[in-house]
């Protein structure tokens, strides 16, 4: 159940309520949560490269690769979780600092880890229309910084210093 209340906290955003029941949810909860949402926007792609092995394979260079693939695929997934949303976060810190926000890193991570949610899904449904992978980043990066401006100005201000 809190996966499904995450992700749909995650599609209401930048909306005020969402954005801080969201921000109340641990680290671990939001990394678990990134990691289902990329497992279920990605398994197509793994059926497929798992049903379409090369023929020329043999059965024990087949069931290697799928060992391979079960365990080093879903690690490579929490990898790109933790360097793509921290960079993100980096940018989104940027931001916060030009608005002059009182924001913490962590707060921003969070955020910036749900915010993912619904560029993320458009990207993989453009992938399957064939859109332009330049087109698909623009797509996100624009309803991503979007979505940060809009929840880092929600924060007060830095108190400015007489």
Not at 12 to 25: G, Q, T
Not at 127 to 148: C, D, E, R
């Amino acid at each position: 159940m809190g996966f499904f209340d995450s992700l749909i906290n995650s599609l209401r955003l930048p909306k005020k309520e969402a954005m801080f029941h969201l921000n109340r949810k641990g680290i671990t909860h939001t990394i678990g949560y990134l990691f289902v949402l990329l497992l279920l926007l990605f398994l197509p792609d793994m059926i497929t490269s798992i049903l379409y092995l090369e023929t020329n394979l043999t059965e024990v260079s087949r069931g290697m690769y799928i060992a391979q693939f079960l365990v080093f695929y879903p690690l490579l997934i929490v990898f790109l979780i933790l360097v793509g949303v921290s960079i993100l976060a980096g940018g989104s810190l940027l931001m916060r600092k030009v608005l002059s926000r009182k924001l913490t890193y962590q707060q921003l991570w969070k955020l910036t880890a749900y915010a993912c949610t619904l560029p993320l899904i458009l990207s993989v449904l453009l992938k399957y229309l064939t859109v332009p992978n330049a087109i698909s980043a623009l797509i996100f990066m624009a309803i991503f910084v979007y979505y940060m401006y809009r929840m880092i100005t929600v924060y007060p201000k830095v108190p400015a210093k007489p």
